[in-house]
């Protein structure tokens, strides 16, 4: 597995903005698809972006679909996720997970069953 860790999460204002980073050690980041998720009090784990191993492609939940960007810098072993235009709702602990994906680099993936790692979460507050 790979140990995963998230930073960047924080107190901002409606219409803020944050960066999240998620830090990635154990396995070659490389051979990872990498997923976001979160997860607010009281309800389920959702998915919110995703990104190949490649880089070359991207998903994200319709909620964060054009607000959020999700990108990943191999030679750094890190993946991040660009939140702009943050709303009340975003408010959640933010989790990165990582897949091994060695023999396809251009998929990514939505369910949180697709992950074999997980990284501790960060907290992030969006108040209005």
């Known amino acids: 597995q790979v140990q995963l860790v998230e930073s960047g999460g924080g107190l901002v204002q409606a219409g803020g903005s944050l960066r999240l980073s998620c830090a990635a050690s154990?396995?070659?980041?490389?051979?990872?698809?990498i997923g976001w998720f979160r997860q607010a009090p009281g309800k389920e784990r959702e998915f919110v972006a995703a990104?190949?191993?490649?880089?070359?492609?991207?998903g994200y939940a319709d909620s964060v679909k054009g607000r959020f960007t999700i990108s990943r810098d191999n030679a750094k072993n890190t993946a991040y996720l660009q939140m702009n235009s943050l709303k009340p709702e975003d408010t959640a602990d933010y989790y990165c997970?990582?897949?091994?994906?060695?023999?396809?680099?251009?998929?990514?993936?939505?369910?949180?069953?697709?992950?074999?790692?997980w990284g501790q979460g960060t907290q992030v507050t969006v108040t209005v």
């Open positions: 997970a990582a897949r091994s994906n060695f023999y396809d680099s251009s998929n990514y993936y939505t369910r949180i069953d697709d992950y074999d790692s």
């Open positions: 990104v190949s191993r490649s880089g070359d492609n991207t």
């Open positions: 154990g396995r070659t980041f490389a051979s990872d698809a």
